[in-house]
């Protein structure tokens, strides 16, 4: 199993897992001809895509997902709260997810949702499994929960959310109100709460480590890169920080 971001950020979102027998998609934040071109550069036709995962409804997560679906045939999973949120086209195969299932099939690779908090309708996040090996994604959730890091615990690989720098956030050019909003409980996890997260992992069988969601305005990737070493000095080599116009190197897992 390996991963590959096509883009981490506010302004969209896109991740591919691909095993030897199937390719997935999570999210689909971009326009459909913005996506082609990212998995054009990941060298991955579109059409071999066989599910596409969605997270939760906004828009940066969502933007392409459904005319992706339709013109190339992808399977749309997501709960039942997040589809209850966006117009379905019949052409499009929906299928809803628990959020709280043991393990959903996707061929060789068995998908575990994860619920998060966060400020839509039913978000989940994913941990994937496939021939021993654990690939975890947590990203857009506001505050860490027991049973996410339950979930994530054994990940040989994990995407982690280093959105803000607190000061950063405070002193940034965000009115209050949505300063509240990222900074809360169902908003977006800071350095500070990822490397908290990351602290009660076993950062020893960490393969990769993925700092996705930088905010533009509210974080530097240094600062992200500090807080993350400060848990595991030994991460240095295995962190990736990911970009928001950028595609990532494929990470094998």
């Not at 949702?113 to 506001?142: C, N």
Request: net charge negative; glycine share 10%; proline share 5%.
């Amino acid at each position: 199993m390996r991963f590959i971001s096509l883009g981490s950020g506010s302004r969209g979102n896109a991740t591919l897992i691909e095993s030897a027998a199937v390719r997935v998609l999570v999210d689909c934040g971009f326009g459909i001809r913005e996506m082609e071109r990212r998995l054009g550069l990941a060298g991955v036709d579109p059409a071999s895509v066989e599910a596409l995962l969605i997270t939760h409804e906004h828009g940066d997560h969502l933007r392409g997902a459904i005319p992706f679906a339709r013109r190339h045939g992808a399977r749309l999973l997501g709960s039942n709260g997040t589809f209850r949120g966006i117009d379905i086209d019949s052409r499009v195969r929906f299928e809803a997810i628990n959020p709280h299932a043991d393990g959903i099939p996707l061929a060789d690779i068995t998908v575990h949702p994860i619920p998060v908090p966060h400020d839509s309708r039913e978000p989940v996040q994913y941990l994937f499994a496939a021939d021993g090996k654990r690939f975890g994604m947590l990203t857009d959730a506001g505050s860490i929960t027991p049973h996410a890091v339950e979930r994530l615990r054994g990940c040989d690989a994990l995407m982690l959310e280093c959105n803000h720098d607190p000061d950063m956030l405070r002193d940034g050019p965000y009115p209050w109100s949505l300063k509240r909003r990222v900074a809360g409980d169902h908003g977006h996890l800071s350095n500070r709460q990822a490397a908290q997260l990351l602290a009660g992992l076993d950062t020893a069988r960490l393969r990769w480590l993925a700092a996705a969601h930088l905010s533009e305005k509210n974080n530097r990737p240094e600062l992200a890169l500090r807080a993350l070493l400060e848990v595991d000095h030994g991460l240095e080599e295995r962190i990736r920080i990911l970009s928001q116009d950028r595609i990532s190197d494929w990470c094998e897992v």
